[in-house]
Each structure stands twice: as structure tokens, then as C-alpha cells.
């Protein structure tokens, strides 16, 4: 009954063990896949059993509730990063360059703009990924894949680093396309970042090239 072989893992070391089996058989090196846990809705008391096994990148998907529940963590736990999953708002641009180290959701010129400024403003220069709307959904975040090229130009010439491309699939189909999707259009333009891949998929997205995966549910149970 004790013995530590069928102890239950946490759900953090069965997290960590997928990504790692997904990465050894895409023949990937598990250094090359950031987990961020993704801990919107949750508070320091879910956080906290996490930070203390080791996990050190965060996502939140609003500003507001970030600022509520970040800085009293950062100011314990030093060396935490914070990454900006949700769609941003431009007038927030300040708030997130500040808080956050890295921002997963520019899908349009207003809001490159409002960040470099924020971030010429700041001195901080906070690494960003374009968010792409796979899908071509209705009402989603992103922008569209015909925009990109134009998108990617303009973040450039304001000198907002970015680092890759971000995306989130439509729900209930096979993801799988549109992460091989999202890997092609950052390789055509020369990214480095896949940020892609959640609870219900991520190995996929680690097989397909993801960078960075998003996961919520998987780490923290389902969301009130
Ligand atoms: C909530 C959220 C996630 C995590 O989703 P889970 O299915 O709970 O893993 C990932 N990415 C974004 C953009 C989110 O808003």
C-alpha cells in the first residue's frame, strides 16, 4: 500500500511526464517546451502547492485579476514568470508591459502600437507572440492569416519583439491541422515560438512543434 511505485502522481509530475514521453518521441528536447500553468480563476491556494514543486511560468488570461494576485507571489517567489494568455485591451497595454514577461495575445496594429509605446515608455521590453485566429472563427481573438504578413511588418518596424506565433483551435475538432498550421506559417516567416497546445491536446502540439503549451484544467481541475 505504501509502496512509492503506485503512490498517485500530482498532477503537475503527470503533466510533466506526458510532456516528457510526447517529447521523447517527437525526438525533442523537453528543455525546448515551456509549461505554463494556466491559473486564471485560481487562487494563491491552488498556486501555491505548484510553485512549491518547482513550476515557475504562470498564465493569466485578464490583466485585472493578475495584478490582484501576482505581485504578493512575486514579491515571495522571486524568479516566477507571467505570461498574458487572454486578449489584451489597448488602453491595458501599460498595465500588462509592467506586469507581465511575456504576452501571448497581439492580434492587431492599435495594440503593437500601444504596447511599443508602453514598452519605450517602461524600458521593459517584454517578449510577444501574434496571436493568430487558426480557425478563421467569428468573435475569436487573432488575426486573420491574411493580415499576418502585415501584422508581423508593422511589429517590426515599432520594434516590438516578437518571438513567435500563438493560437488557439476551434473547439470540439481535431486540433491537429491547425497546429500544423500555426508551425508552418511561423516557420514562413522565421519564428522560433509555437505557443499552442492546452489541457485536451497539448502532446499533439508538442508532436507538431509547439514551443510554449497552455494548460489550465489539467493542473488545477476543472474552473468554477
Ligand atoms: C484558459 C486557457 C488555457 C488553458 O485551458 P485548459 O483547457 O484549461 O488547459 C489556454 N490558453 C488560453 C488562451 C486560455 O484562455
Not at 63 to 68: G, R, W
Not at 111 to 130: E, N, T, W, Y
Not at 131 to 142: D, P, S
Request: charge should be negative; glycine fraction near 8%; include cysteine.
Amino acid at each position: 500500500m505504501n509502496d512509492p511505485a503506485i503512490a498517485p502522481q500530482s498532477p503537475l509530475a503527470e503533466v510533466q511526464a506526458r510532456i516528457a514521453q510526447a517529447a521523447k518521441i517527437a525526438q525533442r528536447r523537453v528543455d525546448d517546451i515551456t509549461l505554463i500553468a494556466v491559473s486564471k480563476t485560481h487562487g494563491a491556494d491552488a498556486i501555491l502547492p505548484l510553485i512549491h514543486a518547482g513550476q515557475r511560468a504562470f498564465g493569466e488570461n485578464r490583466v485585472q485579476e493578475a495584478q490582484a494576485k501576482w505581485p504578493a507571489l512575486r514579491e515571495e517567489y522571486g524568479d516566477l514568470a507571467l505570461h498574458l494568455v487572454g486578449q489584451l485591451q489597448s488602453n491595458k497595454a501599460e498595465d500588462a508591459v509592467a506586469l507581465f514577461d511575456c504576452i501571448h495575445s497581439v492580434d492587431r496594429p492599435s495594440l503593437v502600437a500601444a504596447l511599443a509605446k508602453a514598452m519605450d515608455k517602461s524600458g521593459r521590453r517584454v517578449p510577444c507572440f501574434v496571436q493568430v485566429n487558426i480557425g478563421a472563427e467569428e468573435q475569436k481573438g487573432g488575426c486573420d492569416i491574411a493580415a499576418l504578413p502585415a501584422l508581423l511588418a508593422e511589429a517590426r518596424s515599432a520594434d516590438l519583439p516578437v518571438i513567435g506565433l500563438m493560437c488557439v483551435p476551434p473547439a470540439g475538432i481535431e486540433a491537429a491541422p491547425f497546429f500544423a498550421l500555426l508551425d508552418k506559417l511561423a516557420r514562413d516567416h522565421g519564428l522560433a515560438g509555437r505557443s499552442m497546445g492546452m489541457s485536451d491536446d497539448f502532446e499533439t502540439a508538442i508532436m507538431l512543434g509547439a514551443t510554449h503549451i497552455r494548460v489550465g484544467s489539467a493542473l488545477f481541475g476543472a474552473r468554477g
